[in-house]
């Protein structure tokens, strides 16, 4: 009987060869060169909502071999601005979050007004609790909640080697380096560009049509 199990077995993988292949080709793309990531939190709207499945481009910045955390070649560089995803030992879970500050920069927060290397961060309104933030040549949407918050400043730290700052766009109703510490560049996963496709679970999880396919800045 165990005889004709094997012999069964191997029958049927030589049947369904092609779709093994296609299917460990598939995770294998998703484990090492791109995935997404479902966005369960507020932590970074306007930029991205509740609902969104992000497109996480994971060879961004290192190439490592299908289902290890062996790094095989180097791709890319971290850059302030870029939308990252976090695999946080300090959290136990996965974040998506912006970096702020790279390894060297000299950062402040004073009233939710960013300082880095001395320049001061310009904020713009754009609607009810939207500011356009300018510095560094970037600009970006954020989100300032007019209730207190404890993270809306921080004395003038310097971002040390292979380690990040990232925050969320919604500035006040984030959990971040502010609270988890400095990110170790070994914890980023990917880089997230766009959207793929959102679902609105305050309307039934029906898809909002202005999301698919938006480009992430």
């Known amino acids: ?60 910045y290192t190439l490592e071999l299908p289902f290890t955390d062996v790094v095989v070649a180097k791709t890319g560089n971290i850059n302030r601005g870029d939308i990252v995803i976090i695999d946080s030992n300090a959290a136990d879970t996965r974040l998506i979050k912006r970096v702020v500050a790279i390894e060297g920069d000299k950062v402040k927060l004073e009233n939710n007004v960013l300082f880095i290397n001395g320049e001061k961060a310009t904020l713009s309104v754009k609607g009810h609790n939207l500011y356009s ?19 809306k400043n ?13 925050m969320g766009d919604n500035r006040n109703n984030s959990v971040d380096s502010r609270y988890y510490g400095f990110i170790p560049i070994e914890e980023i996963q990917g880089k997230a560009n766009s959207v793929a496709f959102s679902l609105d679970p305050d309307d039934m999880y029906l898809p909002r049509k202005d999301r698919l396919f938006t480009s992430l800045q």
């Not at 077995?9 to 995935?35: G, H």
């Not at 933030?133 to 993270?151: D, H, K, M, V």
């Not at 040390?160 to 990232?166: E, I, K, N, S, T």
Request: hydrophobic share 45%; net charge positive.
């Open 1 to 60: 009987m165990r005889t004709e199990a094997v012999l069964n077995l191997k029958q049927s993988v030589k049947n369904n060869l092609p779709f093994i292949l296609f299917m460990v080709l598939l995770f294998s793309f998703r484990s090492s060169v791109a995935d997404w990531y479902h966005v369960p939190t507020g932590s970074m709207e306007p930029t991205i909502q509740v609902g969104d499945r992000v497109v996480v481009d994971k060879s961004a």
């Open 133 to 151: 933030e300018q510095i560094l040549g970037q600009t970006r949407t954020i989100a300032l909640n007019p209730l207190p918050s404890p993270a």
């Open 154 to 166: 921080f004395n003038l730290i310097t971002v040390p080697r292979d380690h990040v700052l990232a």
